[in-house]
């Protein structure tokens, strides 16, 4: 009996020698995360996380891709060609709302205010949408747009029917206005700031101040729900990493835009690094912490959608988003 004992005893201590071992070599869970658009400073804190190992030293092994040609982030991510994505609040809300709601949810704002406008070029002459009549829109195809502009065009007395809207596919804002185009939706945080650089002066009407309604999350980060149901461990580590990214974005603006500049070469760095700059203060500004989104917000939108025909019914903010997978709670909000 004592020689089975000593045996027993010996088996326990190889086997705790293991675990350690196994967990250290344990494979990290390799995730795809698909951006909205080619890299840009609204994604700096996903190449910061990167670059920093924060996303490794939590065992992810993430990979940062663009969009393909046929689909689209959000689109891409329900189809589980990836399991986390960039998106924006009203594709969700207009997702989540059509016959056959797609297994996505907002996860976490990325800015916490709408810095996007319609812009022009000063020698347009629209300072604001009443001198929408007889010009014409560049758009992209999103359903909100048309709402947005009939929105002010109904609030300046402007008759809509009197706005042209064509779609500019691949064509650049610049490329646009050049040519027939007299305004389109621009990010104030980069393509203003490339004017700028371009000595190009804009008129800008921040949709925000417009309506409060359009005062949205955008862009958020999107989930699989399908994953993160079966993964609700690996969603959490994720927006963890993540949450630390766009943290060191906000402490270290100048040296996040070296790190974008070094996995996106192609870009401006001087516009790199004054839209980093422009963005510290508005990944987190009033809110608790990074990523916090409030269900007012989500239902401000889906009335102003549903005003104007541009989704059948209100959205569930509920299934919409949640905010549980954020790092160091303080508070509740979403499912």
């Known amino acids: 009996m ?3 004992k000593l045996i027993f005893m010996a088996a326990l201590a190889l086997v705790g020698a293991l675990l350690p071992t196994a967990c250290a070599n344990a494979a990290p869970e390799k995730l ?8 840009n400073t609204n994604h700096t804190g996903l190449y910061v996380a990167l670059d920093k190992g924060y996303f490794s030293d939590l065992g992810l092994d993430v990979t940062i891709q663009q969009p393909g040609d046929t689909l689209d982030s959000l689109q891409m991510v329900a189809a589980g060609s990836a399991q986390f994505g960039v998106s924006y609040q009203e594709n969700v809300t207009y997702s989540l709302t059509s016959g056959t709601p797609p297994p996505v949810q907002a996860i976490g704002a990325i800015l916490q205010h709408n810095t996007s406008s319609f812009s022009s070029p000063v020698s347009k002459g629209i300072a604001t ?20 502009i009939w929105a002010l065009c109904d609030k300046y007395g402007v008759a809509r029917d009197s706005v042209k809207i064509v779609d500019l596919g691949m064509s650049d804002f610049f490329a646009a206005v050049q040519g027939d185009v ?94 980093q700059e422009f963005l510290a203060d508005k990944y987190i500004a009033d809110a608790p912490q990074f990523g916090w989104m409030d269900q007012s917000r989500w239902d401000a939108l889906s009335d102003f959608m549903v005003q104007y025909d541009v989704i059948p019914r209100a959205l569930d903010s509920s299934i919409a988003f949640t905010d549980k997978y954020l790092p160091a709670r303080t508070g509740t909000s979403g499912t």
């Not at 795809?32 to 890299?39: E, R």
């Not at 949408?129 to 947005?148: H, I, N, S």
């Not at 104030?188 to 005062?215: F, M, Y």
Request: glycine share 6%.
């Open 32 to 39: 795809t995360v698909i951006l909205d658009w080619y890299p």
């Open 129 to 148: 949408p009443a001198d929408f009549a007889g010009k014409t829109y560049g758009g992209y195809g999103a359903p909100v747009e048309q709402a947005v």
């Open 2 to 4: 004592k020689k089975w």
């Open 182 to 275: 007299d305004f389109s939706w621009i990010y104030l945080g980069w393509t203003d700031i490339e004017a700028q650089q371009r000595g190009i002066q804009l008129n800008n009407i921040l949709l925000s101040d417009e309506d409060p309604r359009l005062d949205y999350y955008t862009p958020v980060i999107v989930g699989n729900t399908d994953f993160m149901s079966a993964h609700p461990d690996v969603a959490s580590k994720f927006m963890r990493a993540v949450s630390e990214g766009y943290d060191y974005c906000v402490s270290n603006p100048d040296d996040a835009a070296q790190i974008l500049c070094k996995y996106a070469p192609d870009l401006d760095s001087t516009v790199v690094r004054l839209s």
